[in-house]
């Protein structure tokens, strides 16, 4: 079976004619914006506002570089990566790019956590706010949906642990799975969740193919294994949600782009993203994205067959909700819920909202990386740049909420993970620098940053 054509546009190279100082601009915004964020952060700071930032101004962690051999490990990585990849993605087999780049992102992740030790890949799923911390207190899985609202208020009798009571009950539920099949402990927690982060750029890979073509797939690759996302992908429960929703999306995007057998394709990625909206509230919004990949290819579609491809995704969806709601669980009772929990916390009180909805996207600029937001300022009109494009609108919409403030380097790595697609529109002979500058913000960050993930 063959995946059907798209229009010549979408095959095209996005950076062709892209002036050469626009991505140059785009990162000069980008380093206003972070210096900007910070410097007025600091300001609040020395006024008494506690930025629950532990210390950090745009990024949840304290300025202090770490001066240790260990370092080295991800700088060789860094440079391996450096040297093979683009070499790599342009001659690799597509089955091998899409199994290598999962192994590269792993690898690149693995080896910047372990330059502040052995213990930083599952130390932060240790803390008493994270999810392993409410596992033991599970008894049966009925139970658990039935009575998980019961528990997410904070002055409720027994209420669960900051993040677990932040989310529908899939995030704590996959946990207690790992548990109950004998893969409990951190190991396997730590494990889980850089898996499923790493398997999150081989399906970007295939939603990029599907909407513009396998060059702009390979082209991209690169900079999605050494974006800065890394840092968040070893070791953030967040990166289980990135890998789940991009999936997803993946399956979407290929079910629209198939002339035949989309249907089964188009009903499992519904099933993976009902199950993503299980796990965060807050992926909700991302909803633009699966729609975009759709909606890319009415043209050879029509307005027909966009909304056949829809119809069959939202009975996934509706498959696990319905699951969800026959186990117990009201999904938009837990929503209201958590948004109380989260008002009512010290977090949301002390940050001043107007600064949050900056320092949001700052801190998701440094998380995407150079590369991301240069290609960013060179968007030209393509089905490739609707997919950066609608994960930013989703950004928008979920910075207006009101109820994100603060750690969207971590909270919103579902979506960053898709920004080095805008990669592709860069310059081509600038592609190397913008690799190389990923790269090495991502190793700054982890040298200099004390973060807590």
Do not use: K
Not at 166 to 189: I, K, M, S, Y
Not at 233 to 258: E, K, Q
Not at 330 to 350: C, H, I, K, M, N
């Amino acid at each position: 079976m063959t995946e059907a054509t798209t229009e010549a546009p979408r095959r095209t190279t996005p950076a062709a004619g892209t002036r050469p100082w626009r991505p140059w601009a785009g990162l000069l915004a980008a380093v206003l914006l972070v210096g900007g964020t910070a410097l007025v952060g600091r300001e609040l700071a020395r006024g008494g506002a506690d930025l629950h930032l532990i210390g950090g101004y745009v990024l949840r962690g304290d300025w202090d570089p770490l001066v240790s051999p260990r370092v080295l490990l991800p700088a060789a990585v860094g440079l391996a990566l450096l040297l093979w990849a683009p070499t790599a993605a342009r001659a690799a087999r597509w089955p091998v790019l899409l199994a290598g780049s999962a192994a590269a992102t792993a690898g690149w992740a693995v080896s910047l956590a372990l330059a502040g030790g052995w213990g930083r890949l599952t130390e932060p799923l240790g803390s008493r706010y994270e999810y392993p911390y409410d596992v033991p207190r599970v008894g049966g899985i009925g139970e658990l949906l039935r009575t998980f609202n019961d528990s997410v208020l904070a002055d409720s009798a027994d209420p669960w642990t900051t993040h677990v009571s932040g989310h529908p009950p899939g995030a704590l539920l996959a946990f207690v799975l790992l548990e109950r099949a004998g893969l409990g402990g951190l190991g396997w927690a730590a494990a889980t969740c850089i898996a499923a982060g790493a398997l999150a750029v081989p399906a970007v890979l295939v939603t990029v193919r599907a909407v513009a073509g396998e060059p702009a797939a390979r082209a991209v690759a690169p900079f999605l294994v050494l974006a800065p996302t890394a840092l968040w992908v070893a070791t953030s429960a967040d990166a289980l949600f990135a890998g789940v929703f991009a999936w997803g999306v993946a399956l979407l995007a290929t079910a629209a782009a198939r002339a035949a057998g989309a249907a089964p394709r188009a009903l499992a990625g519904g099933v993976l993203l009902g199950l993503a909206l299980h796990l965060s509230f807050g992926l909700a919004s991302l909803g633009l994205l699966a729609l975009a990949v759709v909606l890319v290819h009415r043209g050879r579609l029509g307005w027909a067959g966009v909304v056949r491809v829809l119809a069959v995704a939202a009975a996934g969806v509706l498959v696990v909700f319905a699951l969800f709601a026959l186990g117990g669980y009201d999904w938009f009772e837990g929503l209201s819920l958590t948004a109380e929990r989260v008002r009512s916390g010290p977090s949301y009180a002390d940050r001043p909202l107007a600064f949050f909805l900056v320092a949001n996207l700052a801190a998701a600029a440094v998380a995407a990386g150079p590369a991301s937001v240069a290609g960013l300022a060179c968007l030209r009109r393509s089905a490739l740049a609707l997919l950066p494009v609608a994960v930013l609108a989703a950004m928008l919409v979920s910075d207006a909420t009101g109820l994100v403030r603060g750690e969207t380097e971590r909270i919103w790595l579902p979506f960053t993970v898709w920004l080095p697609v805008a990669a592709a529109f860069l310059p081509p002979r600038q592609s190397r620098v913008w690799l190389v500058l990923s790269a090495v913000t991502a190793l700054v960050v982890e040298v200099a940053v004390r973060t807590e993930w």
